[in-house]
């Protein structure tokens, strides 16, 4: 099956501070999604990742705060701009739309932020 | 109204026990649905997905009623190793297109 590989696990970052979270997967994926989960809480998506365009967003989050980068099939960066202790929360990327999985959606294994 | 909603829990169940999870979403144009684990401090895995008709993978049995917009996961004979929180998800029109998450179950089964 698929593999994301998601970078970095985890971090501790100062409030007005940027951090870029990566996303590889071994194979070539349709579509690629941000999420963010705060504890005990649902997934919430942030924004589709769009191969060659922008990121389409979702209400409520903005490209300024989370630029978004898609430059092929296999990869994808969320930057978390301008940090506040409100950013404190675990990201995660998925992907959906291989040969192999066909139209299982399948995920990193999350990056825990910490905003102090 | 979120889009979908699941049984808050969470169940404390023995070893051996049966559990069954309850889950509804309010829009009728979706098509896909499935379960997905999450383990602590781990990302959501795809456990089943649902259909139509019912289906089962040994243990486990999903049910889905379109015109109720319900959807629900059976546990027979827990396994300490099924103590996870339990997802619903729901996925409307393309099937590639975005999962709405339910807030999930969480299961914890002791011996």
């Known amino acids: 099956s698929a593999v994301i590989s998601q970078k970095p696990s985890r971090d501790i970052c100062q409030r007005g501070t940027s951090l870029t979270i990566q996303c590889q997967v071994d194979?070539?994926?349709?579509?690629m999604f941000w999420y963010r989960q705060q504890p005990g809480q649902s997934l919430t998506l942030i924004a589709t990742?769009?191969?060659?365009?922008?990121?389409?967003?979702e209400s409520g989050f903005v490209i300024d705060k989370f630029p978004i980068s898609r430059p092929n099939l296999t990869f994808s960066t969320l930057t978390v701009s301008n940090m506040s202790p409100e950013d404190s929360s675990i990201y995660l990327c998925?992907?959906?739309?291989?040969?192999?999985?066909?139209?299982?959606?399948?995920f990193g294994q999350g990056t825990r932020l910490t905003v102090v | 109204r979120k889009e979908v909603e699941q049984d808050p829990g969470p169940f404390n169940v023995p070893e051996g026990a049966t559990v069954a999870f309850n889950c509804t979403y309010s829009?009728?144009?979706?098509?896909?649905f499935f379960w997905y684990r999450q383990d602590c401090r781990k990302e959501p895995k795809l456990l089943m997905s649902?259909?139509?008709s019912g289906n089962e993978d040994g243990r486990f049995t999903a049910q889905l009623n379109r015109a109720s917009q319900y959807i629900s996961l059976l546990i027979r004979d827990s396994k300490l190793s099924d103590s996870a929180t339990y997802l619903c998800?729901?996925?409307?029109?393309?099937?590639?297109?975005?999962?709405?998450f339910g807030r999930g179950t969480q299961l914890t089964v002791w011996p």
């Open positions: 998925s992907g959906s739309g291989t040969v192999e999985l066909n139209t299982e959606a399948f």
């Open positions: 194979s070539q994926v349709t579509m």
């Open positions: 990742a769009n191969q060659g365009s922008e990121a389409t967003y």
């Open positions: 829009n009728s144009a979706s098509q896909s």
């Open positions: 649902v259909y139509s």
């Open positions: 998800v729901v996925r409307r029109g393309s099937t590639l297109g975005r999962l709405y």
